[in-house]
């Protein structure tokens, strides 16, 4: 039976628990093969650059600072976020999986946005770190030390990994309403605050206004508009442009991580269902793959690092061989 008649037949039952979900995915896209191979080559992509920059980091000794522990710490989350969220993606389309046991939902629910929230506070916390540089500069090495990011760092993992867990738990004491069809290809959690009775705005609040979209910008612009403030009073352009550019990184962080979700939640409800699905994807498969590209190329530091390391590579290979 096909989950459209499937659908049909339950539409007038209120599953306290159902036993799975079903999913809709797309329908008459033409060429859809090419948007797989897409995902495919943006995941490669992803894992390979996000290695690369933390493999950077790990072996080069001067850029193990605060400013990189928390470098370091996007490109982890950037990593675990696309490998939980990427591969269950071609898996439905490749395997034409169209259910998924609700247990297995929850767990995808927990990782894809326990690593979306990590990735949206560490832009706080480096955001942070441009703060103290620009506007304390001659106390910013007695505040910002490796002890104090690897604290931040923790209680972010920490905290955001326990209010997940509560997040997911109050789906499991929801019931769910004349549907199990979820509108797309995973268990995103907005399409599948729709399926669900009664009142789901606690938990849409604390997801998106409170850990991916409320908290964090506010606390960005708050640093922004301090950072913009401190270098009106620097005396020259030159000075000011040089503290600008140590900003730019973070900000085309900044911009492809939270304009594609801000769009996508914006217009989720008014755009074609297809349209949706393809923005949602490419949401959450952007940002990590352009994050370290932006950092390699952006920053003068990992640039400077990475011609060493090849340097160093192709000298001992010309060692070796004499």
């Not at 867990?165 to 004491?173: K, T």
């Not at 442009?241 to 991580?257: G, N």
């Not at 269902?273 to 994050?291: C, E, G, H």
């Amino acid at each position: 039976m096909s989950y459209y008649k499937l659908a049909a037949t339950i539409s007038n039952v209120t599953f306290v628990r159902p036993a799975k979900f079903y999913f809709s995915g797309f329908s008459n896209i033409p060429h859809i093969t090419y948007f797989l191979i897409f995902l495919c080559f943006a995941y490669i992509m992803t894992v390979a650059g996000n290695v690369f920059l933390m493999s950077v980091i790990y072996l080069v000794k001067t850029l193990h600072s605060p400013k990189y522990m928390i470098v370091f710490n996007l490109a982890l989350a950037d990593l675990c976020g696309s490998t939980a969220a990427i591969p269950k993606i071609l898996d439905t389309f490749l395997f034409d999986r169209t259910d998924i046991v609700f247990e297995d939902c929850l767990s995808y629910m927990f990782f894809a946005y326990f690593f979306i929230d990590v990735q949206s506070w560490t832009l706080v916390i480096m955001a942070y770190d441009r703060f103290i540089a620009i506007c304390f500069p001659l106390r910013y090495h007695s505040i910002v030390t490796k002890l104090a990011i690897a604290a931040m760092l923790l209680l972010v993992w920490i905290v955001l990994l326990s209010i997940s867990a509560c997040i997911v738990g109050l789906f499991d004491r929801h019931s769910f309403c004349g549907s199990l069809v979820i509108q797309g290809f995973d268990c995103d959690m907005r399409l599948i605050l729709d399926l669900a009775c009664g009142d789901t705005s606690l938990i849409s609040n604390i997801a998106y206004v409170i850990l991916i979209l409320g908290l964090p910008l506010i606390f960005m612009l708050f640093t922004f508009l301090c950072i913009g403030y401190a270098l009106t009073k620097v005396s020259t352009v030159q000075e000011r442009v040089k503290a600008l550019k140590t900003c730019t990184a973070l900000l085309s962080l900044v911009a492809i991580y939270f304009l594609p979700i801000i769009i996508t939640f914006v217009y989720l409800g008014n755009i074609h269902p297809n349209a949706r699905i393809i923005n949602l994807s490419l949401t959450s498969v952007f940002p990590p793959t352009l994050n370290p590209i932006i950092y390699v190329l952006q920053t003068e530091e990992i640039k400077k690092s990475v011609k060493r390391l090849f340097k160093i590579r192709v000298g001992s290979k010309i060692a070796i061989k004499k």
